[in-house]
């Protein structure tokens, strides 16, 4: 048995003495429990010994190589968030690729990682649960009732992590919050747990994680009002804000999650027609990022090469898969859905029709369709064409992220990573303010963004509230695509993945109902062998890879 995720049974015990060493304490924890008289010797320790803890909490979700050790060798999904992102929009219907070996995604888009012993199982279940843990040091250490402003701030930030881990965990293991309140979702780990606890700990039901999700973000915004981030790539209010209307949005408690979107996104503009006209996306100062990772030259999965979402997604970098083996192209019948006065048309390759050598009507090239033509004519000094190292022609490429310091065949991936942005939020407030009985103010909200910030000729053709739900989905589903939100709003809202007759590869093109089993991953083998409250029949069902 693979030795993994054993942090289940080490929990308290492994972490808080790391915690400890790092503050110069000398304490032993007792049967892996920290006595009263510990504790108190922790919560001495100077606030500022407590910030290499809450960088953990940036850091760790730009990780790489985590589970190389497990494994006995590297995985090049192993780049921390940003791949789970590339794993959930691969599972759905909007982000499709070569279904070749050379594409380290293709097993998510296939489906064929469903299983318990799947890496990327054990990848995902370690990326959220390692994060978590970090937060429960923090949350272990600076007592509830702290005064002092800076423990107040790293509290509050540890708590908005966990909730961050939790929502995505919940989603990734169960169906959406509403219909599936009581459904088996997670286990529950905070900084009380013990490791006899861990040991035997249930799947708590959809509520009880929301409910969790909920208190921590209540306490976090509490905690961090009137905290200044040094930078965009630490939690404040306002992106805990964000995560809490998220977390409502799921609920369908359409108010509070319309109040909080509006919270969030105070200070914040979208980008704008002409930053959007050509690749972006990759710099945490953009005046849309409300909350994002910032990546240098010195980090990890930077100096890894290609372990690392630019290699995989940015097809204009210069040192990756994206570019040759494994592009990312959009759904075929949503780009056409896409108005072409709409500026995001152009953040993929425009197919061009001619008569192929045997005078039949073919895709004969493409082109970039940017409103500003310079990325074009300085990579490749003509319009057509953003040909691939085998002179493949690829229609429907994203160009959508722009390479490290938008420098065309750059090879350094060390582009920032958008982890909440405002267009999110006001998408957010629209859908809820139609579902929560306004549909009109939500139409408003809906073509003031899209008309200032996106196709000046756009006209919300939906009225009523379903409609205008449907309407921001398709909205979100363009402007969001990339970043992680297209399987959780295809659960979110009940619908079926169709890759059916359109540009999806051989053999996995084929529709499923909503909520099929199959779009949960399962829980870790090694979880299941390590925790007695989870076996076979508590777990996820194995589901057959569907076919054609």
């Not at 404040?236 to 999650?257: F, P, S, T």
């Not at 004519?377 to 310091?405: C, H, M, Q, R, S």
């Not at 939500?442 to 009523?464: G, H, I, M, W």
Request: charged residues 25%.
């Amino acid at each position: 048995m693979r030795k993994i995720n054993q942090f289940y049974n080490i929990l308290l015990a492994a972490s808080f003495i790391l915690l400890a060493g790092c503050a110069d304490l000398d304490l032993e924890p007792e049967g892996s429990v920290f006595t009263e008289k510990q504790k108190e010797e922790l919560t001495k320790i100077a606030p500022e010994r407590l910030q290499a803890e809450v960088n953990g909490l940036y850091s760790g979700l730009i990780k790489c190589e985590s589970i190389t050790d497990w494994f006995g060798e590297e995985r090049h999904y192993d780049f921390g968030f940003a791949a789970a992102g590339i794993m959930f929009d691969a599972s759905g219907q909007d982000m499709l690729s070569e279904n070749s070996g050379y594409n380290w995604f293709r097993n998510s888009m296939r489906y064929t990682d469903r299983t318990a012993p799947s890496d990327i199982t054990y990848f995902l279940w370690n990326l959220f649960y390692s994060h978590l843990k970090t937060a429960n040091n923090i949350l272990f250490t600076v007592p509830a009732d702290t005064s002092d402003p800076l423990l107040k701030a790293y509290r509050g930030q540890a708590l908005a992590s966990r909730a961050f881990d939790y929502l995505h965990l919940v989603q990734i293991y169960q169906f959406t919050y509403k219909g599936h309140e009581s459904a088996p979702a997670v286990t529950i780990v905070t900084e009380e747990t013990t490791p006899e606890q861990a040991a035997n700990n249930p799947r708590a039901t959809v509520q009880q994680v929301y409910d969790l999700i909920i208190k921590d973000l209540d306490e976090a915004i509490s905690l961090l009002d009137g905290f200044a981030r040094p930078g965009k790539e630490m939690i404040d209010q306002q992106v805990a804000y964000g995560l809490r209307a998220r977390a409502n949005l799921n609920m369908e408690k359409w108010a509070d999650a319309a109040s909080d979107a509006e919270k969030a996104m105070e200070g914040f503009t979208p980008y704008t027609i002409e930053d959007v006209s050509k690749p972006s996306f990759n710099d945490i100062n953009a005046s849309s990022w409300i909350w994002g990772s910032d990546v240098s030259e010195n980090n990890d999965i930077v100096l890894s090469g290609i372990l690392n979402f630019p290699a995989m997604v940015c097809s204009l970098t210069g040192n990756g898969y994206s570019p040759a083996y494994a592009g990312r192209y959009i759904n075929k019948k949503l780009w056409e859905d896409i108005q072409v006065s709409d500026v995001r048309k152009g953040w993929w390759t425009e197919p061009v029709w001619g008569k192929d050598k045997d005078g039949k009507d073919s895709i004969v090239n493409y082109k970039t369709p940017l409103v500003d033509m310079t990325w074009t004519t300085t990579y490749n000094n003509e319009e057509y064409g953003v040909i691939d190292w085998f002179g493949w022609n690829a229609p429907y490429l994203n160009v959508k992220f722009g390479p490290y310091k938008n420098e065309y065949n750059n090879p350094t991936n060390a582009c920032d990573l958008p982890l909440m942005r405002v267009e999110e939020m006001i998408l957010i407030r629209a859908e809820a303010l139609a579902m929560g009985g306004n549909p009109a103010q939500a139409k408003q909200v809906l073509e003031n963004f899209v008309k200032t910030y996106r196709n000046p000729t756009y006209v919300c053709a939906a009225s009523d509230a379903k409609g205008i739900q449907d309407e921001v989905w398709f909205q979100r589903r363009i402007e969001l695509w990339g970043e992680g939100f297209s399987l959780f709003d295809v659960k979110r809202l009940k619908k079926p993945i169709l890759r059916s007759g359109i540009n999806f590869p051989e053999g996995i093109s084929y529709n499923l109902p909503a909520e099929a089993p199959i779009l949960l991953w399962l829980i870790p083998e090694d979880e299941v062998n390590a925790n007695e409250a989870i076996d076979e029949s508590t777990n996820n069902p194995v589901i057959a890879v569907p076919s054609v």
